[in-house]
């Protein structure tokens, strides 16, 4: 997943070249809707991968994941239940595999990286509704709006999956500090 966002990031970035100095030399519309789209599809990747790797740098998936803003309490997973959270498991791309390998982490080191990820996420959530800034030089607005709607949900996802998954690692965590259970046993 992780080469994909990034070749795509990196072809909309030379497409939005490509289209902008085309359209500076023949002066067409189209070429100038296609930079916007290649320029806006550039910045949503772009953004997404600089988030990832300016949080990672700051936090190194070293959350303390028992703080307040990493509780779920019962109204929200109730909310994930209805929203059946559970069945999107093995649906939903991830960046990096390994960081949720039982084979190369402890339950406790998952955890954290669970909370990394939710971070990431929500600031990308944020970042999501800059495009509409853009409405203010090209128009368009709700065409910005819809996109950014819809890109920030796709992002708000992985924030509730992260949310909905990390009680029941946090439960193991227990069990095993308690010696009921072992680190080794699967969710």
């Given at each position: 997943?992780?080469k994909?966002?990034?070749?795509?990031?990196i072809?909309?970035?030379?497409?939005?070249?490509?289209?902008?100095?085309?359209?500076i030399?023949?002066a067409?519309?189209i070429?100038?809707?296609?930079a916007?789209?290649f320029?806006?599809?550039a910045?949503?990747?772009c953004?997404r991968?600089?988030?990832g790797?300016?949080?990672?740098?700051l936090?190194?998936?070293?959350?303390?994941?028992?703080?307040k803003?990493?509780?779920v309490?019962k109204?929200?997973?109730s909310l994930?239940?209805k929203?059946?959270?559970k069945n999107?498991?093995g649906?939903?791309p991830t960046y990096d595999?390994?960081l949720?390998?039982?084979?190369?982490h402890?339950?406790?080191?998952?955890?954290?990286?669970?909370?990394?990820?939710?971070i990431?996420?929500?600031t990308?959530?944020?970042?999501?509704?800059?495009p509409?800034?853009?409405a203010?030089?090209f128009?368009?607005l709700?065409v910005?709006?819809?996109?950014s709607?819809l890109s920030?949900?796709?992002?708000?996802m992985?924030?509730v999956?992260?949310r909905?998954?990390?009680p029941r690692?946090?439960?193991?965590i227990?069990?095993?500090?308690?010696?009921?259970?072992s680190?080794?046993?699967?969710?």
């Open positions: 997943m992780a994909t966002m990034k070749i795509t990031a072809i909309s970035l030379l497409l939005t070249v490509i289209c902008t100095l085309l359209h030399k023949i067409n519309d070429l100038l809707t296609l916007i789209t320029g806006t599809i910045y949503h990747f953004m991968l600089l988030v790797e300016v949080i990672n740098a936090l190194h998936n070293k959350i303390d994941y028992n703080k803003w990493f509780k309490g109204t929200e997973l994930y239940n929203l059946k959270v999107w498991k649906k939903m595999k390994s949720f390998d039982i084979n190369e402890s339950w406790d080191e998952i955890a954290q990286a669970m909370c990394q990820s939710e990431v996420h929500e990308i959530v944020v970042f999501r509704f800059l509409i800034v853009s203010i030089w128009g368009s709700p910005f709006i819809i996109t709607v920030a949900g796709f992002d708000l992985f924030v999956m992260q909905y998954n990390r690692i946090i439960k193991l227990k069990r095993y500090e308690k010696g009921v259970g680190s080794e046993k699967s969710i």
